[in-house]
């Protein structure tokens, strides 16, 4: 796809970036990105990007992903990379999968709620998800309400 | 950015080609963020559309060169004022083949008039002006350009519609009706053109120094059609049909271009099926006959 050819390098150099900056915050938790972790990352979104047939207008959402799941309980430090590597290819099918109906900030709240709930830390369970839970995890927590009591 | 822009580019330099895809780039990202304010990424079928989008309203096609220009920016807000003066056109024309609509009921011109009055609130000027998001069923005499995008398109079809509207009301409307029904006996429900058999009939009258507005073609005027096509050259023919069609414009007081150019292209357009007919022994198929006294649908 001639889009892809034209503004690929553009894309690689920022995400890149920002992925570095990410390694502040999600130090506190243990996980963190080596250079060169970074750097095939960002070339693991280019792939990403073009499995799912999407194109990066900002940076990427590597960094955005990091921040909000780097407390999760289910990561492990040695894992950190692979993890965010597929979280971030999950993301871009569900934003296929939702029809981009839902915004960046809202679907990765929504996918680490998933992730840290009814998947129990599994990204498998997570891909396998209905798209339509992402739209109504309300309903989610109210079985788990109910089936605490 | 769409295959065709990157096949125009080579008309830079290379280094005037960066240049170019880096600007679009930008623009297309400002265009992105504006579309899903709330989304880093877009699939990129939408993202090749934007794309399309904005070298349309910078008239790209015209002059890559417009990419280079130092205030982009402007010329894409310029470029959408252009576009939506257009759709104000398109407004006008509209009202215009709404008034003309000729005495001859066909249901896809009724169906598509009534699409296109809802064009322009669908019509998206900031993000795909390239689209056409109405149904455009009914068959012009002949076809707006495939190359023409957006609202360009639509107002370039209803101009066409309206040349053949305003050629119909010349005629008596129930002996229009008359030629069109002799040519399709189901006109009203099928997706054929009103103009062309009305109009191919008046040329053959025409051609034969006849009054247009009569319509009907008798076998005998027939006949002397068919003595003076069969031994013309293709390059003979052409002229004799474009003849005609200047005989005709003059006989029913067309002076507009458009429509006299309309009207040449016509029977321009005639001459293969003259000649397949000829081939087949008879014009009665082409310039047809009805009886001026039957009752009319």
């Known amino acids: 796809m001639d889009l892809e050819r034209i503004f690929l390098p553009a894309q690689l150099t920022v995400t890149a970036e920002e992925l570095a900056q990410s390694n502040r915050v999600s130090r506190k938790f243990g996980l963190v990105l080596s250079p060169a972790q970074a750097d095939t990352l960002a070339r693991r979104q280019v792939e990403a990007l073009r499995e799912t047939g999407r194109i990066e207008f900002g940076g990427g959402i590597l960094k955005k992903l990091a921040l909000e799941f780097c407390d999760s309980p289910f990561i492990q430090p040695e894992d950190w990379a692979d993890t965010l590597a597929q979280l971030q290819t999950i993301f871009y099918e569900l934003k296929n999968e939702t029809k981009d109906r839902l915004g960046d900030d809202d679907l990765i709240f929504r996918m680490t709620a998933r992730f840290n709930g009814a998947a129990g830390g599994s990204l498998d369970a997570l891909e396998s998800t209905p798209p339509e839970w992402f739209f109504h995890p309300e309903a989610e927590r109210g079985c788990e309400a109910e089936d605490e009591l | ?297």
């Open chain 2, 1 to 297: 950015m769409s295959s065709e822009l990157i096949q125009r580019l080579p008309v830079l330099s290379v280094e005037e080609a960066l240049l170019a895809q880096e600007a679009l780039w930008r623009l297309l990202r400002r265009q992105a963020r504006l579309y899903a304010l709330e989304s880093s990424s877009l699939p990129v079928e939408t993202a090749a559309a934007l794309a399309k989008s904005i070298c349309l309203t910078l008239g790209v096609d015209r002059d890559p060169r417009v990419l280079l220009s130092a205030d982009l920016d402007q010329q894409l807000c310029l470029g959408q004022r252009r576009l939506t003066q257009k759709v104000e056109l398109s407004k006008q024309l509209w009202r215009t083949a709404c008034l003309t609509l000729p005495e001859i009921g066909n249901r896809s011109l009724t169906d598509t008039l009534r699409s296109i009055g809802g064009f322009w609130n669908r019509y998206d000027v900031h993000f795909f002006a390239q689209e056409v998001p109405c149904d455009m069923d009914y068959q012009l005499s002949q076809p707006v350009s495939e190359t023409l995008q957006g609202v360009d398109y639509v107002n370039d079809w209803l101009r066409r519609l309206c040349l053949e509207q305003d050629f119909l009301r010349r005629f008596d409307p129930s002996s229009a009706r008359a030629v069109v029904a002799r040519s399709c006996p189901d006109y009203r429900r099928l997706l054929i053109n009103l103009f062309e058999p009305v109009a191919v009939n008046a040329l053959g009258l025409a051609l034969q120094g006849e009054d247009p507005r009569i319509l009907s073609v008798s076998p005998s005027l027939r006949r002397k059609l068919e003595t003076q096509f069969a031994p013309l050259t293709e390059a003979e023919s052409n002229a004799a049909l474009s003849a005609g069609a200047e005989s005709l414009c003059a006989g029913l007081g067309i002076q507009n271009q458009q429509a006299t150019r309309y009207l040449n292209g016509l029977a321009l357009g005639l001459r293969p099926r003259l000649r397949a007919a000829l081939d087949a022994g008879t014009l009665e198929y082409v310039f047809l006959e009805f009886p001026v006294s039957s009752e009319i649908r």
